[in-house]
């Protein structure tokens, strides 16, 4: 087993972080305007993008950890590999080059990986940390981190957003319940203010919120023009109409423990990989808040991998699906699975198989031991519409972002970010 140790972790004023993963087609180039990456390669598997703990969002600003990278490469060809920041404004357009917001190297090298240690699939696993002695950044905002072939910016193996974060307040945040139209559960109305720092002066109409739902960063809800009723501070809301709705639960799944029981109808340990058969998952029944709520985030630590690293010995099985949807009747389109273990990614090529006789459609994923939340979804916005019947969960988690417009770096700076949790 080879292990190969990469830079030490230094201190740094500003420090970058991430959310969870958004549910979008695999494009092959990024829109300006929308947060877009290019595809990830066939062997990249499991990224893990965090500060501290696996399931806390990963936003970090002075004073915080650091933020880590972990992810898989299927097969047995180990190698360095390269790292490159892109600095973005508010809506997610790459903007400013890499002098105005990096610090130390505009580019770092991934030497901290290990093989996987007899697994039925082989593996390599990545870790990677920064800010480093070698990365450090400059300016604050929205940032996408571009994982390649060692020294070639253009030989893309995934990309992952994160954040880089001031801590400039005071900020008050609240959350607020409504019910509009015919709606039996409640629309939760976020509420923010901030007092803007008075070495920044500018015009109060530079500074904007955004609201995100679960750490999902791919439909943030922005308030762009503050209320001023409550001067010196800033208010900023969501109109009732532009609100958090009621959102259909995630399904969750744990492969910690390869045996039969709960989730795990059926193993088979005779094939390679090994394969997991879960029990059907129906459209009618409702989520449940007993199951950990991930936001959006694969968890590997904590299964059972014999005892060892479930980095390295962790198993990765082909599990299989079936969904039995609304009123057990055939879409009018096609369906897929999108999850943390694939960065929430609709990959055409991976359709879900309609079984007229038994009423459910399935497919099976390579998937690595671990905890993971999932859902059945589509292109289609029929189909979407169509899906829409589970009940929601009601503990959530919400996060505000306050961004100012900075005309001195033509950019969007995040000034300060606070999360809040429903219940």
Known sequence: MERHRGYVVALCMVIAACAAPPEIQRQRTPTAGRLEFLPPADEVRTAQFYAGQETALPILQQGGPPLTLEFDLLGHAARPLSVYFFHANREWQRDLSRSEYLSGFHRDDLFDYELSASTQVSYTHYTYVFPNSSIGFQLSGNYILRVTEQGSEDS????????????????????????????????????????????LGGNLFDYSVCFLRNGDYSTPRCSQRPNLSVQPDLLFYLEPEEAFRPQEGNYYMDLRRLYPGGQIERISRVTSPFEVVLQPDYARFASSSAEPLLSGQSVISGADARAGDPDTW??????????????????????????????????????????????????????KQGQHEYRYTSPDPVVRQALRTRMPRLDNQYTALVYYRDIRYGTDRLLAYQHLFSR
């Open 156 to 199: 893309v193996l995934f990309e992952r957003p994160f954040y880089v974060a001031e801590n400039i307040g005071p900020l008050s945040f609240d959350l607020q319940s409504l019910l509009t139209g015919q709606q039996a559960m409640p629309t939760i109305q976020p509420l923010l203010r901030f007092m803007p720092p008075h070495e």
């Open 314 to 367: 962790g198993e990765y099985v082909q599990v299989h699906f079936r969904y039995v949807p609304p009123d057990e009747a055939r879409l009018p389109g096609g369906l897929y699975i999108v999850g943390s273990f694939n960065g929430w990614m609709v990959d055409l090529g991976r359709q879900l198989r309609w079984v007229a006789d038994k009423k459910y459609y399935e497919g099976s994923l390579l998937i």
